[in-house]
C-alpha cells in the first residue's frame, strides 16, 4: 500500500468563505467544487505529511494547519492586507523556518512558512 493524499478537513457551514483566504490570499487553484466541499491546492506535486506535536515550537500553541510558502513576506502582506489577524510572528525559529500564524474565516489556527 502507498498513500497517495492527505487531505486537512475543515468542517463550517461558511463554505464559500474559504474562496478569499484558501483562493484569493493564499493562491491556491480550486480542484474541486461541489458546492458542499470545496478543495483548494497546487496543481503541482505536493509532499505528504502529517505531524503530530504537544506544542507548536517556541511554546506557541499547535495549529491547526502549516502551509509552506515560497515568499513569506509577500504571503504576510496578503494576509494583512486581506485583514486576517497575524497572532504570531513574523519569526525566525531557530529549526530553519521563517513563519508566522494566523486564522482562516472558520477560526482555525494557520501557521505559514518557509525554509529558510
Known amino acids: 500500500m502507498k498513500v497517495k493524499r492527505i487531505v486537512a478537513?475543515?468542517?463550517s457551514d461558511?463554505?464559500?468563505e474559504a474562496k478569499r483566504f484558501y483562493g484569493d490570499v493564499l493562491g491556491l487553484d480550486t480542484l474541486m467544487d461541489q458546492g458542499w466541499i470545496v478543495t483548494y491546492g497546487a496543481q503541482e506535486k505536493t509532499r505528504l505529511q502529517v505531524s503530530v506535536m504537544?506544542?507548536?515550537?517556541?511554546?506557541?500553541?499547535?495549529?491547526?494547519l502549516?502551509?509552506?510558502v515560497d515568499d513569506l513576506d509577500e504571503a504576510l502582506?496578503?494576509?494583512e492586507k486581506a485583514g486576517f489577524p497575524i497572532e504570531y510572528?513574523?519569526?525566525?525559529?531557530?529549526?530553519?523556518?521563517r513563519r508566522f500564524y494566523t486564522r482562516?474565516?472558520?477560526?482555525?489556527?494557520?501557521n505559514i512558512l518557509t525554509h529558510r
Open 104 to 110: 482562516d474565516p472558520f477560526g482555525k489556527l494557520v
Open 9 to 11: 478537513n475543515i468542517a
Open 89 to 97: 510572528g513574523p519569526a525566525e525559529e531557530p529549526w530553519g523556518v
Open 66 to 68: 502549516s502551509i509552506e
Open 77 to 79: 502582506e496578503r494576509v
Open 14 to 16: 461558511r463554505v464559500g
Open 54 to 64: 504537544s506544542q507548536g515550537g517556541s511554546d506557541t500553541p499547535v495549529p491547526d
